[in-house]
């Protein structure tokens, strides 16, 4: 079976609203007729409306980077998911390496997340990744499984499906340390074999994993052109429209 290649542009905590409404303008444009890739922005919280608003009927998708589990209520300063689809995410970013590390977020949380994505219709872009210690200690495929297991506990095979997962080792997050195509794939497909296991062989060929780590036009080619990479969680090259449309073009 093909999958079909996805990227997604990680704006993280950039831009501001005249930017980023901008940026979604110019990328509307330079996607017009491209069909055979799937192509999404996830702008800060505050911008998803306006931009989901210039993307309105587009070929690129809206998703946001992060969200709470809980349906609504007394929950200061957070966004609930249904808050998400109301204003036009199609996908979440969930387990991020910075909530992870930054924001304390464990996988127990991030599961809870998961399940309440699913629940209001989100598709959940599940991020998984070993630090650079636990790398040369030889324990990334172990980190990896503990992260997938721990998030994905209790989701079915039919749910599992839709999901997207991104491998994004964080020692090459927005660092411009690249993982060469050989360890991107290695891992993937160690976490294609995973899904094999848990679920069944055909889970496992359709479900889409990109990798993520200062990925840009300029290396992207060789890293999506590997058999289990399925695409790429793109940060900082996603904020302009030619280095992410490089990306797309290049593949
Ligand atoms: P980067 O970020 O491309 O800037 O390394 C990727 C990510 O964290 O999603």
Redesign the pocket.
């Known amino acids: 079976m093909t999958r079909k290649l996805f990227i997604a542009g ?1 704006w993280k905590m950039n831009l501001d609203l005249a930017s980023a409404t901008a940026l979604a303008e110019g990328l509307k444009k330079a996607m017009q007729g491209i069909q055979d890739v799937d192509v999404a922005v996830c702008p800060p919280n505050v911008y998803l409306h306006a931009v989901a608003t210039v993307l309105e009927g587009s070929n690129i998708a809206v998703g946001a980077q992060n969200a709470y589990f809980e349906k609504e209520g007394a929950f200061t300063g957070e966004t609930g998911m249904r808050m998400l689809k109301d204003v036009g995410c199609r996908y979440v970013i969930l387990g ?1 390496s910075e909530r992870r590390h930054i924001l304390h977020e464990s996988s127990e949380l991030i599961n809870l997340k998961v399940h309440a994505a699913l629940e209001a219709g989100l598709i959940p872009i599940l991020c998984v990744g070993e630090l650079l210690a636990e790398r040369e200690a030889g324990t990334t495929d172990l980190v990896n499984r503990r992260q997938f297991e721990g998030s994905l506990s209790g989701v079915s095979a039919d749910e599992m499906k839709k999901i997207v997962i991104a491998y ?1 080792p964080v020692w ?3 660092t411009g340390k690249v993982a060469t195509p050989e360890q991107a794939e290695e891992v993937h497909a160690a976490l294609r074999a995973l899904i094999a296991e848990r679920y069944n062989a055909e889970v496992a060929e359709t479900v889409r994993i990109q990798y ?4 840009k036009a300029e290396n992207s080619r060789d890293i999506l052109s590997k058999p289990n990479v399925d695409g790429a ?5 996603s904020l302009k429209v030619d280095s992410f449309m490089g990306i797309i073009n290049g593949r």
């Open positions: 990680n991020h994004e090459a997050i927005g993520g780590g200062s990925v969680l793109v940060g900082g090259a």
